[in-house]
């Protein structure tokens, strides 16, 4: 069974900084793909982030290029989402996905519907304040 647990999230002012982490298991980790998404009150799901296990290719949305940094330990099956300079605006819950690079990268350029992807962490909530 795929499994994806998301933490690190919590309140951080304006400017600040705070890095999510994805603990993955029930597959063959180097084979795929793990893309952060992000929903807002009120707002559609969105993607953030992804990173291609197998090779280290990454892909950001324009909304955060700049501000994250997206990383992988195949040695823990963890995936990391550093996310600097915060703003308001990414105040959100943010999920854990896996997949193949090309969806979830498809997925966060808006390609593919986000609902394509078919596994899904429960989401770790960040509050920004201003």
């Known amino acids: 069974e795929v499994q994806l647990v998301e933490s690190g999230g919590g309140l951080v002012q304006a400017g600040g900084s705070l890095r999510l982490s994805c603990a993955a298991s029930g597959f063959t980790f180097d084979d795929y793909a793990i893309g952060w998404f992000r929903q807002a009150p009120g707002k559609e799901r969105e993607g953030v982030s992804c990173?291609?296990?197998?090779?280290?290719?990454?892909y950001h949305a324009d909304s955060v290029r700049g501000r994250i940094t997206v990383s992988s330990d195949n040695a823990k099956n963890t995936v990391y989402l550093q996310m600097n300079s915060l703003k308001p605006e990414d105040t959100a819950v943010y999920y854990c996905?896996?997949?193949?690079?090309?969806?979830?990268?498809?997925?966060?350029?808006?390609?593919?519907?986000?609902?394509?992807?078919?596994?899904w962490g429960k989401g770790t909530l960040v509050t920004v304040s201003s």
């Open positions: 990173i291609n296990n197998r090779d280290g290719s990454t």
């Open positions: 996905t896996a997949g193949p690079y090309y969806l979830l990268q498809g997925a966060i350029e808006g390609s593919i519907s986000v609902y394509g992807v078919d596994y």
